[in-house]
């Protein structure tokens, strides 16, 4: 269950709360899960995307957040990347757990950074700034809204992070993230 604001943080949450509500994620970065994740989003094995969506929606509390949820944006890839994949793993995904909910024009990936992998953890900050941005004709969607923020993985954080702060600057009440997998 998410924690609500003030119980069981952290001293560093409770002084600079993060940019997500919450975060939820279905299993583990490890294998056997990342070998398929890996697959998924860079071998083209796009029929899995259906099998994440189930495990992801028999995930408690993941069932609450699609339904309250005013739209689930999924994390927009650098257009260079998208170009090279032939597809966003994140918006097939959004796409599968809720049809009519998903937005792929409200979060927009306006810089190219370097694959997150490559880097350390506070170059991966510094990378993603001003890459994401709303689009400027669809704030009002944004203003007071609970949003679900779709993404395959989460390591750091730091690109969930950096498109929640984007997507929170433009007036969102509410930022779930849902990713398949987060690292330890």
């Not at 697959?39 to 899995?48: A, I, P, R, S, V």
């Not at 090279?84 to 792929?104: E, V, Y």
Request: aromatic share 6%; hydrophobic share 50%; net charge positive.
């Amino acid at each position: 269950m998410p924690v609500p604001t003030g119980v069981g943080q952290c001293g560093a949450c409770i002084k600079a709360a993060p940019p997500l509500d919450a975060c939820l994620a279905a299993v583990t970065y490890a294998f056997p899960w990342s070998d398929l994740i890996v697959g998924y989003k860079f071998h083209h094995h796009t029929g899995l995307c259906h099998a994440f969506a189930l495990l992801l929606r028999s995930t408690p509390w993941v069932e609450p957040a699609l339904d309250a949820a005013h739209a689930v944006v999924p994390m927009p890839l650098a257009r260079a990347r998208l170009q090279t994949r032939g597809f966003n793993q994140a918006l097939l995904l959004a796409k599968q757990l809720a049809p009519d909910k998903t937005d792929a024009r409200l979060l927009l990936r306006i810089k190219d950074t370097p694959p997150q992998t490559s880097l350390q953890r506070e170059q991966r900050l510094d990378s993603l700034k001003d890459a994401f941005a709303v689009d400027p004709l669809r704030v009002a969607r944004i203003k007071g809204a609970r949003l679900v923020l779709v993404d395959d993985v989460m390591t750091s954080g730091a690109s969930l992070y950096a498109a929640a702060r984007v997507l929170r600057a433009a007036g969102a009440a509410h930022i779930t993230g849902l990713v398949i997998a987060r690292t330890e």
